[in-house]
T-cell receptor, first 111, second 116 residues
């Protein structure tokens, strides 16, 4: 059974700092890995998707990496802004229909 | 572009009452459709998914059911709500591409259900 862990559960940083969010998983037999952000009371917004054959994806100030051998993915956020404050979740697709989600990291960027 | 609509945004229902939540997707055809539940302080739980009209797979046995009467419409229902049904319900869609690759999963804005 795939288990997904996101540490830390919460993170508070000053504006402008570069930061890394972590996602660990136990089963490397995945189709892809996706990072989402969730604002309070809202649905999840897709940020980046990395296929199992890829090592990283970039979108603006975000960069996500995937290392299947070590069971890790990281989401790098450059020059953080208060608008980046949200909960960030990673999810692994282990079959056509099934995604396993982490519990998320709640990020607060202080002005 | 594709959009997903989910309503209502919030709902307060008494125990034992019926439930119907609706989700529609625009701008694509034959999507995979999903219902997830997010309980307070917990992760997302997959409830149902559908790969086509009338095709529903249940992940968790419970008093909820799902239906897909049209290609881009997904409905979550219950005949009698329980207190434990309270939570944040999210509809999502994606597409299955070649070589088994899926497109990113996209979520609606969710329905906050409180059963009293």
């Amino acid at each position: 059974k795939q288990e997904v862990t996101q540490i830390p559960a919460a993170l508070s940083v000053p504006e402008g700092e570069n930061l890394v969010l972590n996602c660990s998983f136990t089963d490397s037999a995945i189709y892809n890995l996706q990072w989402f952000r969730q604002d309070p009371g809202k649905g999840l917004t897709s940020l980046l998707l990395i296929q199992s054959s890829q090592r990283e994806q970039t979108s603006g100030r975000l960069n996500a990496s995937l290392d299947k051998s070590s069971g890790r993915s990281t989401l790098y956020i450059a020059a953080s802004q208060p608008g980046d404050s949200a909960t960030y979740l990673c999810a692994l697709r282990t079959s056509g229909s099934r995604l396993t989600f982490g519990e998320g990291t709640q990020l607060t960027v202080n002005p | 572009s594709q959009t997903i609509h989910q309503w209502p945004a919030t709902l307060v229902q008494p125990v034992g009452s019926p439930l119907s939540l609706e989700c529609t997707v625009e701008g694509t055809s034959n999507p995979n459709l999903y219902w997830y539940r997010q309980a307070a302080g917990r992760g997302l739980q997959l409830l149902f998914y559908s790969v086509g009209i009338g095709q529903i797979s249940s992940e968790v046995p419970q008093n909820l059911s799902a239906s897909r009467p049209q290609d881009r419409q997904f409905i979550l229902s219950s005949k009698k709500l329980l207190l434990s049904d309270s939570g944040f319900y999210l509809c999502a869609w994606d597409k299955t591409g070649g070589w088994g690759y899926n497109s990113p999963l996209h979520f609606g804005n969710g329905t906050r259900l409180t059963v009293t």
